[in-house]
């Protein structure tokens, strides 16, 4: 933890610049720590230490982002928040999803197939990651949120949307082909689709420090004009900022 700060701080991941710079320009007294190529803005927020770090697009980045920074603050909780495309189609843009679970869409078994064959996505077995637990090594499909953070950010005021708890799924992919968009909402229950929550979670559940990914819904194939718009990523980023707070005035009472 650096010598900065006084107890353990919040640590805080989005990753393009419009699902993060309003956090940035939140923190009191900043400071710039990079290791790297990652930059981690230290500073406060009502008082309390906060670690806002734009980690970049990708699983590899958010999970490289997220492993330095609980070695260097060893933070109270991780949250990784920012935009997602829908997979539900009750979901629209605006609309908040509370990651209650996260999960791989991009781990799965394909059967062999001869040359000429083609692919058979639909036919695809989705398996879980290897992850040390108290039982030993398991195969994990899914991994959950805090629920402390989840319940806090439920009762949360929000006014572009609703908000839910779901199922977000991550991988390095930009879906926009609504059949299999169906197909993982109806198989892994996903609510909508990012990419960087799943290595967050990952490194957060073999790490023990609690985590959560909140997303806001910037874009739906179901609906023809609700093409990505960053500026649903500030929406995101106020509404986190509120949960920050929340979380630092429950802390200050323990």
Known sequence: MTDRFFSKPLVILGPMESESAILIEALEDRHEEHIGSYIFNEGYIEGYPVVVCRCYIGVVNSTAATAL?????????????????????????????????????????????????????????????????????????YLYGDKRIIDAA?????????????TIGAADIWNRELDMIAHLHKTLGTSCEEMEGFGVAQVCAQLGVPCADIRVISNSEWYPDEEFDKKYGGFCQMFVLEVIRKIIAYNAML
């Not at 928040?81 to 781990?107: F, R, Y």
């Not at 439920?154 to 779901?166: A, C, F, L, M, Q």
């Open 154 to 166: 439920s009762d949360i005021p929000y006014e572009y949307g609703k908000v839910i708890r779901g």
């Open 69 to 141: 920074a609980i070695q260097k603050y060893e933070p109270l909780c991780v949250i990784i928040q920012g935009t997602s495309g829908a997979h539900d189609p009750k979901l629209h843009q605006g609309d908040i999803v509370l990651g209650q679970k996260t999960v791989n869409i991009g781990c799965y078994f394909a059967d062999h197939r001869d040359k000429g064959q083609g692919s058979a996505p639909f036919e695809r077995e989705f398996f879980g990651t290897e992850i040390v637990t108290e039982n030993g090594l398991e195969e994990i499909k």
